[in-house]
């Protein structure tokens, strides 16, 4: 399995931005996927963002546009661009590697727990 590491959230204010990185311990193999999930207090985990090894995205609904997933090869690291963030945004984010079927399935509600690797997180406040 492949180890993750994600760097440290952090707090702002709505309209505020940040962005979170998570290096993996090894490249993306094809037909495997890195993305974001988030868990916000008293929900379930669901997908925000997928990417591939071809740089082809996925987002959650309720991005609307204001996140930006990216993979930088060379150094096998994730981003999350996160913008305009308002206090729905507020979770516990996760980077997580594994099957794009499954993963991108996640995305209409499929369970992808089980399927992938999982960094241990790190947290996302948004103040009003």
């Known amino acids: 399995q492949v180890q993750l590491v994600e760097s440290a959230g952090g707090s702002v204010q709505s309209g505020g931005s940040l962005t979170l990185s998570c290096t993996a311990s090894?490249?993306?193999?094809?037909?495997?996927?890195m993305g974001w999930f988030r868990r916000a207090p008293g929900k379930r985990r669901v997908a925000v963002a997928i990417?591939?090894?071809?740089?082809?995205?996925n987002y959650g609904d309720f991005v609307l546009g204001r996140f930006t997933i990216s993979h930088e090869t060379n150094t096998n690291t994730l981003y999350l661009q996160m913008n305009n963030l308002i206090p729905e945004d507020t979770a516990m984010y996760y980077c997580?590697?594994?099957?794009?079927?499954?993963?991108?399935?996640?995305?209409?509600?499929?369970?992808?727990?089980?399927?992938?690797?999982w960094g241990q997180g790190t947290q996302v406040s948004v103040s009003p």
């Open positions: 997580t590697a594994g099957p794009c079927q499954e993963m991108r399935s996640s995305l209409s509600g499929f369970n992808y727990e089980g399927y992938g690797s």
């Open positions: 090894r490249y993306m193999l094809s037909g495997y996927c």
């Open positions: 990417i591939d090894a071809y740089d082809t995205a």
